[in-house]
């Protein structure tokens, strides 16, 4: 459940420091949006998504619901509100796959989280990006209520405690855990942000990879020595990733390990969602052992 949106991706050498006119030597018009894309990962990797979202009632959202079912996702839960524009972004990719960010939410569409539907038979696993609180807390409550387990997109927006309370796992990525917690460092922080609730607490942080605390130890799982084209998406596949094997029943050392490898072929693909990998291609990419 989460941000669905059309994506409009630019590739330029560097990017731009002043007001002035570029010519992009790229461009690529994709969805995008932290749980549609995470959506889309899940469906790629051979998992059966349905998307929660909020959209508005115009062509852009059209647009956004016919790209989603074309890559396989389930969009039958997704409300769309009358008079309101859908989620739309303006990205700029430079040459180390670095990116900035434009975007536009509508801020008529409601908050209210009393449309939720229920969760569909047979899901094993809910993730949720932190767009949107208080559906987030519903949604987590039902799961928890159902005994499902919960993966946080804590990534930016800052993260409020009480969704953190709520996961089962909470994924950050560096900077997110960062300013959620409002202390440096991956060890300390996620430290940190395990004082704020019971659940797992997750950090992504590049081609440094993946830390989680187990049982108050930090683990590590390395990242893949690749050369990243494009981190648009990286951490939404990631995500998307790690709730689909959680779902299989992997254990988190082997889900996290499954969400690194996928995110580290994502990252040397230019166009978001566009470069999420398949099951075979995360499956044939040498493993990177995990470090205590």
Same mark, same amino acid.
């Given at each position: 459940?989460?941000?669905?949106?059309?994506?409009?991706?630019?590739?330029?050498?560097?990017?731009?420091?002043?007001?002035?006119?570029?010519?992009?030597?790229?461009?690529?018009?994709?969805?995008?949006?932290?749980?549609?894309?995470?959506?889309?990962?899940?469906?790629?990797l051979g998992g059966r998504p349905h998307l929660i979202a909020r959209l508005g009632d115009d062509p852009i959202g059209d647009a956004i619901l016919r790209e989603l079912a074309?890559?396989?996702v389930d969009t039958s839960l997704v409300h769309r509100f009358a008079g309101c524009a859908s989620h739309i972004s303006s990205i700029l990719v430079d040459d180390s796959g670095?990116?900035?960010?434009?975007?536009?939410?509508?801020?008529?569409?409601?908050?209210?989280?009393?449309?939720?539907?229920?969760?569909?038979?047979?899901?094993?696993?809910?993730?949720?990006?932190?767009?949107?609180?208080?559906?987030?807390?519903?949604?987590?409550?039902?799961?928890?209520?159902?005994?499902?387990?919960?993966?946080?997109?804590?990534?930016?927006?800052?993260?409020?405690?009480?969704?953190?309370?709520?996961?089962?796992? %909470? =994924?950050?990525?560096? $900077? &997110?855990?960062?300013? #959620? @917690?409002?202390? +440096?460092?991956?060890?300390?922080? /996620?430290?940190? %942000? =395990?004082?704020?609730? $019971? &659940?797992?607490?997750? #950090? @992504?942080?590049? +081609?440094?990879?993946?830390?989680? /605390?187990?049982?108050?130890?930090?683990?590590?799982?390395?990242?893949?020595?690749?050369?990243?084209?494009?981190?648009l998406g990286a951490g939404d596949v990631f995500h998307g990733a790690l709730a689909l094997a959680l779902a299989e029943g992997q254990t988190l050392p082997a889900a996290v390990?499954?969400?690194?490898?996928?995110?580290?072929?994502?990252?040397?693909?230019?166009?978001?969602?566009?470069?999420?990998?398949?099951?075979?291609?995360?499956?044939?990419?040498?493993?990177?052992?995990?470090?205590?």
């Amino acid at each position: 459940m989460g941000c669905a949106t059309m994506d409009h991706i630019f590739g330029l050498p560097e990017i731009p420091r002043q007001p002035l006119k570029y010519r992009a030597r790229e461009f690529t018009a994709v969805g995008g949006g932290n749980a549609a894309t995470a959506a889309v990962a899940i469906a790629r990797l051979g998992g059966r998504p349905h998307l929660i979202a909020r959209l508005g009632d115009d062509p852009i959202g059209d647009a956004i619901l016919r790209e989603l079912a074309s890559r396989g996702v389930d969009t039958s839960l997704v409300h769309r509100f009358a008079g309101c524009a859908s989620h739309i972004s303006s990205i700029l990719v430079d040459d180390s796959g670095d990116r900035l960010i434009v975007s536009y939410f509508d801020p008529k569409i409601s908050h209210d989280p009393a449309w939720l539907p229920p969760i569909p038979p047979g899901v094993g696993a809910v993730l949720a990006d932190a767009h949107w609180p208080a559906g987030v807390l519903e949604l987590f409550r039902r799961a928890a209520a159902a005994g499902i387990p919960t993966v946080l997109d804590a990534d930016m927006p800052v993260c409020a405690p009480e969704l953190i309370r709520a996961s089962t796992v %909470a =994924a950050f990525s560096a $900077p &997110g855990l960062d300013a #959620a @917690t409002g202390v +440096a460092g991956i060890s300390d922080g /996620l430290r940190a %942000a =395990a004082r704020i609730g $019971p &659940g797992t607490m997750l #950090a @992504t942080d590049g +081609a440094n990879g993946v830390f989680w /605390l187990d049982g108050g130890e930090l683990r590590h799982q390395p990242a893949h020595p690749v050369h990243a084209v494009d981190t648009l998406g990286a951490g939404d596949v990631f995500h998307g990733a790690l709730a689909l094997a959680l779902a299989e029943g992997q254990t988190l050392p082997a889900a996290v390990a499954f969400a690194n490898a996928a995110a580290a072929i994502k990252v040397t693909r230019f166009g978001g969602r566009a470069g999420v990998p398949t099951r075979s291609e995360v499956e044939q990419l040498p493993a990177r052992g995990v470090a205590q």
